[in-house]
């Protein structure tokens, strides 16, 4: 090779290492042919050597700001509610989140899930009344004994009635109305938040 050819090589990579901001290590594992050690990386290129990883989106988006709610959970023996609290995104629809958040269950291993595995909310309403209107899949009849029903209806209930907006709730099954939940838990009238169970 000349030296007016080396000469050229020299630049060509020093340039590409100013253009691309600095000559760091290149990752082998992604870099497919010679050629892709030469291209110059744009906004659109990911999984580059510089990108920093997200943990956390709500984190690495600092404009979403977090609240805490509450969630009721049985306690260990499945006697009574207990309260955990966790912090979410606040967003619009922040009843609907924590409805979500009631559904996956208790983080602390020593209290129990009241709403059975596999339910889902498929749709929440509040209206300007007060009235919450909770649209479940059937899931939520297999609860395990009639104490756990009693427990899943206040829990919604209580984990709702900490909104301001919500004075008391109803509950639909697939888009119906019903009258009994978890089996034998009387839903015919909308049920308010009580603290004290």
């Known amino acids: 090779m000349t030296k007016k050819m080396m000469t050229m090589v020299a630049m060509v ?19 497919d042919s010679w050629k892709d050690m030469f291209k110059i990386p744009t906004g659109s290129d990911k999984g580059t050597a510089n990108d920093e990883p997200v943990l956390n989106p709500d984190l690495a988006n600092p404009g979403v700001e977090q609240v805490v709610v509450k969630l009721y ?4 023996q499945n006697q009574k509610l207990v309260t955990e609290e966790r ?19 208790p983080s602390n291993q020593e209290l129990q899930g009241v709403v059975p595995a596999g339910t889902e909310l498929l749709d929440i ?4 009344d007060g009235l919450c209107i909770v649209d479940l899949s059937r899931e939520v009849n297999q609860v395990s004994s009639a104490r756990q029903g009693e427990l899943m209806v206040q829990a919604i209930a209580n984990t709702l009635g ?17 009258s009994v939940l978890g089996g034998s838990v009387s839903v015919a009238l909308p049920v308010q938040a009580n603290y004290f169970d």
């Open 13 to 31: 990579v020093l340039s590409v290492c100013l253009i691309s901001g600095g000559c760091s290590k290149i990752d082998e594992s992604k870099v």
């Open 73 to 76: 959970f049985a306690d260990g």
């Open 87 to 105: 912090s979410i995104g606040k967003v619009e629809g922040i009843a609907q989140q924590t409805m979500h958040e009631l559904i996956k269950g």
């Open 125 to 128: 309403n509040i209206k300007p």
């Open 162 to 178: 900490q909104f301001p907006a919500v004075k008391e709730v109803s509950f639909l099954v697939e888009g119906e109305k019903v």
